[in-house]
């Protein structure tokens, strides 16, 4: 028989925004940006996100639509956030940097949020919704992907871009 989950009480809250934090903390400081290394979190997160699809079977068309949406939205909030990223270029060596902006990490909290309303409201009303729970968490996954898949995306775009500038600037010099 299956057995409700333990009610976690306010830890369940407390441990996922720890994490918040410490990744707002982690993306305030600039970084090295390797863009050549990019291209692993998209391929690692769309293949943790298929292969949970591929255990779950076909959603039905309503499902597909909802998380297609959710895809879009997912994208539009990733290239959103990436345009707030600063990147940076170091004239002599080349090399990159970048560091998220305080309005890319408001998104991110946001996304929690929502996440988290979504869920509540869905353990709550997945019957009235005609929907399971899972879906719904579904949805916010591929709203994941999205976003980690578009703002890799315009990351790379913008990088590419200036890093070609800086060196078309230092072959002139």
Do not use: K
């Amino acid at each position: 028989m299956h057995q409700p989950p333990p009610d976690l009480g306010p830890a369940a809250y407390i441990i996922p925004l720890i994490v918040v934090v410490l990744v707002i903390l982690r993306n305030a400081r600039a970084r090295r940006l390797r863009i050549e290394t990019l291209w692993i979190a998209p391929v690692v997160i769309l293949a943790m996100v298929g292969l949970l699809f591929s255990q779950e079977g076909l959603p039905s068309p309503a499902v597909m639509s909802i998380d297609a949406a959710a895809l879009l939205v997912g994208a539009a909030l990733g290239w959103w956030r990436a345009r707030f990223t600063h990147i940076t270029v170091d004239p002599a060596t080349h090399q990159l940097t970048s560091r998220a902006s305080p309005i890319g990490m408001v998104i991110i909290l946001a996304i929690f949020a929502v996440r988290y309303a979504l869920r509540a409201y869905a353990e709550q009303n997945a019957g009235a919704l005609h929907v399971s729970v899972n879906a719904v968490a579904d949805v916010a996954l591929v709203m994941a992907v999205g976003l980690v898949c578009a703002q890799r995306i315009e990351i790379f775009i913008r990088a590419n871009r200036l890093l070609q500038e800086a060196r078309s600037a230092g072959g002139r010099a």
